[in-house]
């Protein structure tokens, strides 16, 4: 997948569908993307590298695209794929996945079930068991890898505005949130929109 010529949008889009696999040392997970987020940079308020805001914490997001970008909040590790090349910030946060390899696995990891258990961004790398030593590393030459030739296509996408960013004006209700219509893994899904999630895909 092209990390560096395409819009960070379009690219927070196309990754719906896409398989997430992590090699953990016990065992392999993986899971669809389901939802992402954009963030557009120094422009951009919602984003850690507003204004060209740079510190250690941030660093990764100035690195070549495809460099994964891992972040804490509330505790839970974030991680986001840079999208543009080196030195210009802009990334897309993988919030929710459909379990696919080490669901039981993941169960045990996460002490849930069901869809509770990956439609969060914190909860799909609990389930993951991904580390926060992720942070800096490269997409497909560590354990974290995406697979774009074994995945699925949504049938339908949804833009919204991204979740949990109040009071930063026009960036609050952008439509920089990318869902898969109707699928139970997607985070803050109302029951009545749910769908069968094999309903979801083409």
Request: proline fraction near 7%; hydrophobic fraction near 30%; include cysteine.
């Amino acid at each position: 997948m092209d990390f560096i010529t395409r819009k960070t949008t379009d690219i927070a889009k196309s990754l719906l569908g896409v398989k997430i696999i992590y090699e953990a040392p016990e065992r392999t997970y993986s899971g669809y993307i389901v939802e992402t987020e954009a963030y557009l940079g120094t422009m951009d308020k919602a984003a850690h590298s507003y204004r060209g805001r740079r510190t250690p914490r941030v660093n990764s997001l100035y690195c070549e695209g495809g460099t994964i970008y891992g972040h804490m909040m509330h505790r839970y590790l974030l991680i986001n794929f840079v999208t543009q090349p080196e030195g210009i910030p802009e990334g897309v946060l993988i919030r929710a996945i459909e379990p696919d390899e080490g669901l039981d696995a993941m169960i045990r990891n996460r002490g849930k079930s069901g869809y509770d258990v990956t439609n969060g961004p914190g909860k799909l790398t609990t389930a993951m068991a991904i580390p926060r030593t992720i942070d800096g590393t490269r997409l497909n030459e560590g354990r974290l890898k995406i697979d774009t030739h074994h995945r699925k296509y949504p049938r339908a996408i949804v833009s919204s505005p991204r979740i949990g960013i109040p009071n930063k004006g026009k960036w609050t209700d952008a439509p920089l949130r990318f869902t898969v219509k109707g699928n139970p893994f997607v985070s803050h899904m109302r029951m009545r929109d749910c769908q069968p999630p094999d309903e979801t895909w083409r």
